[in-house]
């Protein structure tokens, strides 16, 4: 059972991504097409976390991406709000590095939104969502290698899911 709730919106120019709950690798979809999707006009992306509980690996991962993604387009990253438990899950993968941390009251802009729905439903699809653990998994080991000994075998274990899925059946 899930108990996380993902709304990403576009609000002029900032994409602003309000999770709540516990945020795992149902929600790694939309992230990672976000990740590959970025509006050419935007200034920043915003996490607003305030009611985010927990985050898993793959969670980070792609959060890692859309960082990096920014990043390459000399944008800016920032999390709102974040509670320590989960700064401190950051901050153990390394990847803390990629955002500016605020404390400000965000909210999204209702109807403006990045997919086609403003609560972004999750993603149960097993191909998708094999594909964005593979890529969230490699961008933590991407941005800190130390983190290759914690997930090289989450990647390769996905990896060969992922080959078994793509795989036309006979």
């Known amino acids: 059972m899930n108990n996380a709730n993902l709304m990403i919106s576009e609000d002029g120019d900032s994409y602003i991504i309000q999770v709540s709950g516990r945020a795992n690798f149902d929600y790694a979809v939309p992230l990672r097409e976000l990740s590959r999707n970025l509006s ?9 976390m305030s009611g985010c509980t ?17 990043r390459t387009q000399g944008k800016r990253t920032s999390i709102c709000n974040i509670t320590p438990t989960v700064f401190g899950l950051l901050k153990g993968l390394g990847v803390d590095k990629l955002f500016v941390f605020e404390e400000k009251e965000i909210t999204a ?7 086609s729905a403003l609560n972004v439903a999750a993603n149960t699809e097993a191909l998708p969502r094999a594909r ?14 130390g983190n290759a000994a914690k997930f090289d075998k989450v990647i390769e274990f996905a990896e060969k899911d992922l080959k078994k899925m ?4 006979e």
């Open 54 to 70: 927990a985050v898993d690996s793959t969670f980070m991962g792609v959060m890692t991406m859309l960082a990096l993604a920014a």
């Open 132 to 145: 964005a653990v593979v890529d969230a998994h490699k961008a933590l080991v991407d941005i800190e290698p």
């Open 40 to 48: 050419p006009n935007y200034r920043k992306i915003v996490f607003e």
């Open 109 to 115: 802009a209702p109807g403006k939104t990045a997919d």
């Open 166 to 169: 793509e795989k036309p059946t």
